[in-house]
């Protein structure tokens, strides 16, 4: 993925569904596509094994059993997803609100695998207002991801003036 990082509405709709769904506690899933593609074409909601309000954990067996589906099926997995419902104790902005930016553990686990993007919907209260980013690390240090939400693939690269009229 390069440039501007796009990922269709309905699928940034499911995921801050998951995220309402879920809170209080993390939500967590994957954005995958195909092997050869450049844009994720579904979301896969994943259960937080850690079950609590502050971090998030793939469950082992439904991580390893998505692995092998994806093998299978020609895919990989292209963002990593999770909320923040959580005030961090020192907050990073003076807003209150949980902030969609990498705490200290989701960057140590970017660490692990650093070609992988992350996606973080804050949301402060179940039926709030979601703030979403997306982030990968280069050369160790966290970028953020422009993102763009799109209806369709086939206009997110050309720019608003190619988009069909819809009235």
């Known amino acids: 993925m390069t440039g501007v990082l796009a990922i269709r509405a309905d699928l940034v709709d ?9 809170f209080p506690l993390e939500a967590c899933g994957q954005l995958v596509g195909p092997d050869s593609g450049e844009h994720p074409e579904r979301y896969v909601p994943m259960t937080n ?3 609590i309000e502050s971090d998030f ?15 299978a099926a020609g895919e990989r997995r292209m963002l990593v997803v999770h909320s923040h419902t959580r005030v961090p104790r020192r907050p990073l902005t003076d807003s ?3 902030e969609a ?3 200290v553990k989701d960057i140590a686990q970017m660490e692990w695998t650093p070609d ?5 919907v804050a949301l402060a209260t179940a039926d709030a207002r979601p703030e979403i980013r997306s982030f990968h690390l280069a050369g160790g240090a966290v970028v953020e991801d422009e993102l763009a939400v799109v209806e369709s693939y086939m206009f997110a690269h050309t720019g608003s003036d190619d988009v069909p009229d819809r009235s």
């Open 96 to 98: 209150g609100l949980p």
């Open 14 to 22: 499911e995921i801050v569904a998951h995220a309402r769904r879920d």
């Open 49 to 51: 094994a850690d079950g």
């Open 101 to 103: 930016y990498p705490s």
């Open 57 to 71: 954990a793939f469950a082992p067996a439904e991580d390893i059993r998505l692995e092998r589906a994806l093998d």
């Open 116 to 120: 992988q993007h992350w996606l973080i």
